[in-house]
């Protein structure tokens, strides 16, 4: 309703040069915008890479081999997404046994500091990495 009135009202005040002006501009700025969310949607994988580094997760694990945890593809085999709740919590709070007797540590706790939400997100791209 508001956005109704202004757009009268400007089209009262401005001659209709000055209206096409703008709606050519407010065009190029949600063209921008595509481009902006296009580029998004082509690269979360590298995005979330970026986090799971940034979150040390790298140290311990590859995406294709394995290190001192699975390699993120394997998890990757093991799992369906349905299993993400258990994993997200597993990535928090640590724990051993599934792949081998070294435990993973904590990683909510210090120097990590992992949010639940970021857990998600990296359990989330581990799963997307299907051989
Ligand atoms: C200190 C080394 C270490 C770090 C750091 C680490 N992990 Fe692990 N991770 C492991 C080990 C070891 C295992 C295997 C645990 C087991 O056998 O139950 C594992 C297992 C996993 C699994 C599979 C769990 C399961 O039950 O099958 C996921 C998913 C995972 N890690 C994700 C992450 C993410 C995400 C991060 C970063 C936030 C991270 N890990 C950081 C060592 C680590």
């Known amino acids: 309703m508001a956005f109704a009135l202004e757009y009268c009202s400007q089209h009262l005040l401005y001659p209709n040069q000055k209206l096409n002006e703008r709606s050519k501009a ?20 590298q995005a ?5 580094k ?6 311990c694990h590859k ?15 093991k799992y369906k997404a349905s299993d993400i709740p258990a994993l997200t919590k597993k990535v928090l709070d640590g724990g051993s046994g599934v792949w081998g ?3 993973m540590a904590p990683n909510k706790n210090p120097p990590y ?3 639940e939400a970021e857990a998600k997100k990296l359990v989330t791209w581990i799963l997307s990495l299907k051989k």
């Open 54 to 59: 940034a979150k040390l997760c790298m140290t």
């Open 113 to 115: 500091n992992v949010t």
């Open 63 to 77: 995406t294709d081999a394995k290190l001192i945890g699975p390699a993120y593809k394997d998890v990757a085999a």
């Open 48 to 52: 979330d890479e970026a986090l799971a």
């Open 101 to 103: 007797q070294v435990p």
């Open 26 to 45: 407010m065009k190029k700025a949600h063209f921008a915008a595509m481009i902006a969310a296009g580029l998004l949607m082509t690269f979360p994988a």
